[in-house]
Nanobody
Framework: QVQLVESGGGLVQAGGSLRLTCATS????????MGWYRQAPGKQRELVAT???????NYADSVKGRFTISRDNAKNTVYLQMNSLNAEDTAVYYC???????????????WGQGTQVTVSS
């Protein structure tokens, strides 16, 4: 069984910072890309940032220059440092991972349960 568990969400004032963590556990052979997505009330889930195993990153235009995604391959963990937060960043943040688990022949995408980020203005 594979689990992705997010942590680090909470309530923060506009202009503040938060750091999200997503720890992956289970019978994992290899994790390829990892990413963060978010879903605000009444909106579709959208990409925030992704990071390849080798470190190549991609960001949504709305977070470029404010958010930084990173990962620790030894710990199977991905992080999202969020600075200069504003009310539009309020959402449930989900991490995902494209990974190969023991007993499988191809990789699949797994999702965490999400962590709430609320930015007060």
């Amino acid at each position: 069984q594979v689990q992705l568990v997010e942590s680090g969400g909470g309530l923060v004032q506009a202009g503040g910072s938060l750091r999200l963590t997503c720890a992956t556990s289970g019978s994992i052979v290899r994790i390829n890309a990892m990413g963060w997505y978010r879903q605000a009330p009444g909106k579709q889930r959208e990409l925030v940032a992704t990071i390849a195993r080798g470190g190549y990153t991609n960001y949504a235009d709305s977070v470029k220059g404010r958010f930084t995604i990173s990962r620790d391959n030894a710990k199977n963990t991905v992080y999202l440092q969020m600075n200069s937060l504003n009310a539009e960043d309020t959402a449930v943040y989900y991490c995902n991972a494209d990974l190969l688990k023991y007993g499988s022949y191809c990789s699949s995408t797994y999702w965490g349960q999400g962590t709430q980020v609320t930015v007060s203005s």
